[in-house]
């Protein structure tokens, strides 16, 4: 059973920074892809962030420039850094991980950006 375990969410005011960490239970390069999705209450889960197996990154339109993804395949571990955050970057963060058609989802990590 694949775990995902997402840290590092927290309370910050605009303009600051924050650094998301995905610990995977299994080797990251295993999976096809890797990335991070966020969902407010009552929208749908959206892309933030992804790199594939190969390195190549995608972003979500409103992060791109602000936030940055990598990953450390020795910690089995992907992080999500976000600088410049504004209060609609305010969600939930998910860690997310697929695998052929099987996809595994983190537990979520709040962030909440406010003065």
């Known amino acids: 059973q694949v775990q995902l375990m997402e840290s590092g969410g927290g309370s910050v005011q605009p303009g600051g920074s924050l650094k998301l960490s995905c610990a995977s239970s299994?080797?990251?390069?295993?999976?096809?892809?890797m990335g991070w999705y966020r969902q407010t209450p009552g929208k749908e889960r959206e892309l933030v962030a992804s790199?594939?197996?190969?390195?190549?990154?995608n972003y979500g339109d409103s992060v791109k420039g602000r936030f940055t993804i990598s990953r450390d395949g020795a910690k089995k571990t992907v992080y999500l850094q976000m600088n410049m955050l504004k209060p609609e970057d305010t969600a939930v963060y998910y860690c997310?991980?697929?695998?052929?058609?099987?996809?595994?989802w983190g537990q979520g990590t709040l962030v909440t950006v406010s003065s």
């Open positions: 997310h991980a697929r695998v052929a058609a099987r996809t595994h």
């Open positions: 299994e080797n990251i390069f295993f999976f096809n892809v």
């Open positions: 790199i594939n197996v190969g390195g190549v990154t």
